[in-house]
């Protein structure tokens, strides 16, 4: 099955600076990679997702890339604010069922 | 679109009881996934549902462990003779049947339960 490696697991950062999580997966096959924030005592939410044809994707402050070569994909966060401080997740599922496997989470920490 | 909605949020329970947890889907989701999650650890797979039909089961889904979705809609989690190691937060969440936002799956906001 899929396994998805997530690092760092602990991430600190001054606000203003960015921040880059990064994630592995094993599974070629794999086609789809979102990425969830959660914050305490609250579900996954999407905060935004790519696909196997994609190379890179934007959001405002934040930015996704993917290199299927290497398996790699990756989270940045621009210009960090104290309300981005939260557990990021990465996940990769493949077509059909699309069950996410999730990585183990970073926790990213905000300082003003 | 009112969210994905489970019910207990939070549930104690003495050791050997039976819970149950309860979750409502987005509207006209048709596709209903559990998960488990520990502290410090990603969510987990546990099974997942087309309608009423359970497609896809986890390892973690011991003999212990049943869901249901008996109309497509709703689906209930039910562990029997709860154990410690049954601590942990239980989510559920739904996918849209086709469209751009086909692939991705909503989680609720999750039902914690503690084994006493």
């Known amino acids: 099955g899929e396994n998805v490696e997530q690092h760092p697991s602990t991430l600190s950062v001054q606000e203003g600076d960015s921040a880059v999580i990064k994630c592995t997966y094993s599974?070629?096959?794999?086609?789809?990679f979102p990425w969830y924030k959660q914050e305490l005592g609250k579900g996954p939410q999407l905060i935004i997702d790519?696909?196997?044809?994609?190379g890179e994707k934007k959001d405002q402050r934040i930015a996704v890339t993917l290199n299927k070569t290497a398996k790699h994909f990756s989270l940045h966060i621009t210009e960090t604010q104290p309300e981005d401080s939260a557990v990021y997740f990465c996940?990769?599922?493949?077509?059909?069922?699309?069950?996410?496997?999730f990585g183990r989470g970073t926790s990213l920490i905000v300082h003003p | 679109d009112t969210g994905v909605s489970q019910n207990p949020r939070h549930k104690i329970t003495k050791r050997g009881q039976n819970v149950t947890f309860r979750c409502d889907p987005i509207?006209?989701?048709?596709?209903l996934y559990w998960y488990r999650q520990t502290l410090g650890q990603g969510p987990e797979f546990l099974t997942y549902?087309?309608?009423?039909?359970?497609?896809?089961k986890s390892r973690l889904l011991s003999d212990r462990f049943s869901a249901e979705r008996p109309k497509g809609s709703f689906s209930t989690l039910e562990i029997q003779r709860t154990e410690q190691g049954d601590s942990a937060m239980y989510l559920c969440?739904?996918?849209?049947?086709?469209?751009?936002?086909?692939?991705?799956?909503?989680f609720g906001e999750g039902s914690w339960l503690t084994v006493v």
């Open positions: 509207s006209e989701h048709n596709r």
């Open positions: 996940a990769a599922s493949r077509g059909g069922s699309y069950i996410p496997t």
């Open positions: 599974d070629s096959a794999s086609n789809y």
């Open positions: 969440a739904s996918r849209p049947v086709t469209g751009m936002a086909g692939n991705t799956i909503y």
């Open positions: 549902f087309q309608n009423e039909a359970q497609l896809e």
């Open positions: 790519i696909r196997s044809n994609v």
